[in-house]
């Protein structure tokens, strides 16, 4: 029991650091920029502590459910983060292009950080890295549908029109999964699994840990009770966070991408571990996996709550960022078609996320 209780000494921090948060938001606001700022990343430290956890029994209840199950549950833990934080986080004064950006954001960690920088350090040990190509695909033309519908699209809707679109959104995005979800774990999910030779299954790191063994009752409380408390921490975060930066210069997307990585960190850390043990596919359903369901699911939560808000969000892209999505989707496209990745094709990823990174710096 003291084991058990130890081993989640990660929530019991960020549990402290939630009531901290609380009694000492206002006397923090009075302090000063630099004491809001060093408060504000001090929570999102603790807050990216408590997702790994989240992660952690997430990964638990896949590895008893198995692939595609088990990535499924990895995705969804990371984007109910996501979801979480920003709904949080719309409630003060935001920019309307906060969910924009976080979605956009989101995309280039999952598709040309993750993936590029796993295929990269994978290949350099590996070599060529086998997954199953139809995962790639499906993937593909998936999140550039949604993408296209939800964010693209947008850009021509006339402002009076827009909470018809909304409607037909959520439509589409619901629809969009719920096909894309029968397929996964119905009659196509050998799309999304992989039969590695034997020699290389046991090269996989003995890595199921005790703590699999766990009740998966135990995982699910812990993961809903993480989820609160990064809920509850995320609140005071974006009001420190926000009034910190007020003034600074500070790139206007910066917000966005703090909360794309703060659901992104455990995921970057799983995707690592299963490309190091020449594990692929995993890389590919986490990676591609994330991106699909941050957009397939965050958009319908998140212009239902502007139309129960009646503020509508600004959906549609920047120039930039569709042109940044573009490249890194036609790049995905190509890399992911033969079945196997290298680290030349994780290079040309990783280099489009650089170029996300220094485009974000320079506020475009």
């Known amino acids: 029991m003291l084991s058990s209780l130890t081993k989640e000494r990660f929530l019991f921090a960020g549990l402290a650091a939630a009531v901290l948060a609380y009694a000492t938001e206002h006397s923090l606001l009075e302090m000063g920029r630099p004491a809001m700022l060093a408060a504000a990343f001090a929570l999102i430290a603790v807050i990216v502590l408590v997702s790994t956890r989240v992660a952690h029994h997430a990964e638990i209840l ?8 088990g990535t499924m549950i990895l995705t969804l833990s990371a984007v109910l983060v996501e979801v979480v934080i920003l709904a949080i986080m719309m409630q003060g004064e935001t920019s309307p292009t906060l969910v924009r950006d976080t979605i956009y954001a989101a995309v280039m960690l999952d598709i040309n950080g993750i993936l590029g920088l796993a295929a990269l350090l994978g290949g350099i040990r590996h070599g060529e890295q086998p997954y199953n190509d139809d995962s790639g695909k499906t993937y593909g033309v998936m999140i ?18 827009w909470h018809l679109y909304s409607l037909f959104t959520i439509g589409a995005m619901i629809t969009l999964y719920a096909v894309f979800l029968r397929m996964q774990v119905g009659a196509h999910s050998y799309f999304f699994s992989y039969a590695y030779p034997r020699a290389e299954r046991k090269e996989r790191p003995e890595s199921s840990p005790p703590e699999e063994e766990e009740s998966a009752t135990v995982s699910i409380l812990v993961i809903i009770a993480g989820v609160v ?3 509850a921490m995320a609140e005071v975060m974006s009001v420190l966070l926000g009034a910190g930066l007020k003034g600074t210069g500070a790139p206007p997307a910066l917000m966005a991408v703090v909360v794309a990585a703060i659901s992104a960190a455990p995921e970057i850390l799983t995707a690592l571990r299963a490309a190091l043990a020449n594990r692929m596919q995993s890389v590919v359903n986490i990676a591609m996996g994330a991106s699909l ?19 509508p969000f600004i959906m549609a892209m920047s120039p930039v960022q569709t042109v940044m999505v573009t490249i890194t989707l036609i790049a995905a496209a190509i890399n992911l078609n033969d079945g196997e990745t290298n680290a030349i094709e ?17 506020g475009l």
């Open 293 to 311: 369901s941050t957009v397939i699911l965050t958009v319908p939560v998140m212009e239902a709550i502007a139309l129960y808000t009646g503020q």
């Open 62 to 69: 896949a590895s008893k459910v198995g692939d595609p199950y």
């Open 346 to 362: 994780g290079m040309t990823h990783f280099i489009l996320f650089a170029t996300f990174v220094m485009l974000t710096l320079i």
């Open 144 to 161: 550039l549908t949604a993408m296209g519908i939800s964010m693209v699209v947008p850009e021509f809707v006339p402002r009076e029109s």
């Open 229 to 231: 408390l990064i809920g």
